[in-house]
């Protein structure tokens, strides 16, 4: 009896270091999972201070009841204070307007505050964040005086030189055109042919003057829609009479319209088509056709200029639409201009609440095509 009775005391003694031996391994093994664990906040962590130390804007980090947890170097500088100052404050010691900040979608236009009590424009942005499984808000700042004053600066700049351009420039097309006509004593041949030569490209200036000052309107947003009734047929054919035909090349042009009534700013539209016929006649190689079509989709007035020139690339077909930007050109296809055209078209298509866009593959020409309401309450 007390055999067995040693043995099953031996038996549990033995269970018992094995059951002590097991926690200790599990401890052990807990213990280097914690190890592990703050290892890697503490990489998260130097990650995410370099990662804030380069952010190109100021950052904020708030916790859920709007007290700044954390702000980078530009942040601080912005705000003339260090980052301890800042640290565990409320968001409105920084923008003293508003109580709170929630997760917008687009960017919020603030009036931002300085330790000194100076205030600032700023452009902020508002995205959650999860960290460590606390919901943080990420916020960027960014001082926008300067690029507010920079805009301005440009604004008036392109504005007084255009202006001063356009009296010289005006002057000298009247003095050559009084000089080819004989004004001033008969031209040889020869010399009729560089006076108009110079015509031409005195007006070709006033063309650039005219497209950077309404691309100037454009982006200020001062163009304001006259609109009235009219009809697409109307519009075609207006456009189509206004166009100056290019003397050296043969590109005839075809239309296609239905004459349905729309209520459109119709000098907007002229305008819009008669830069993508020219556009399309420019690119054309000689004896090709230009067609023009236009009708009524839905609810819209649908238009359509389609050539037979080299065609545009995919990678290219959203970049054509921005200001300064032109299509990749060969030597033999190279044509001068600012890349205002096709942004002014959109600008004003997108006026109207309409859409602009191209249809298109390279060597089997382009279709420009763009549609607008068929009136403002469509």
Known sequence: MNDRKELDEAQSLADFRSLVEDQREEIAGLKESEQKLIRRQEELLFWIRNFLAGFPFGFIMLEKGQRIKAVNKIAAEYLHYSDTELANQNISIVFPEIARLDVTSKPLQLLAKRKEGETFAAEVFVNSLEMFGEDLLFVTIQDINERHRLERFRHELISMVSHDLRAPLTSVRVTLEMVAEGTYGPLNQRGVELVTQGVSNIEYLNSLVGNLLESENVESGSIQLDYSDTTIGSI????????????????????????????????????????????????????????????????????????????????????????????????????????????????????????????????KGSKFCFSVPISPEA
């Not at 075609?236 to 075809?254: F, G, Y």
């Not at 649908?302 to 050539?307: L, P, S």
């Not at 065609?311 to 054509?320: A, R, S, T």
């Open 236 to 363: 075609i054919k207006t456009a189509n009479l206004a166009l100056q035909r290019p003397d050296d090349k043969s590109v005839s042009i075809e239309t296609e319209f239905t004459n349905d009534a729309i209520t459109v700013d119709q000098n907007r539209i002229v305008q819009v088509l008669i830069n993508l016929i020219s556009n399309a006649i420019k690119y054309s190689p000689e004896n090709s056709v230009v067609r023009i079509v236009a009708g009524i989709a839905g609810v819209h007035a649908r238009f359509e200029v389609i050539d037979q020139g080299p065609g545009i690339p995919d990678e290219q077909k959203l970049q054509i639409f921005e200001r300064f930007r032109q299509l990749d050109q060969s030597g033999e296809l190279k044509r001068k201009g600012f890349g205002l055209g096709l942004a002014i078209c959109k600008s004003l298509v997108e006026k109207h609440q309409g859409l602009i866009w191209v249809e298109s593959a390279e060597g």
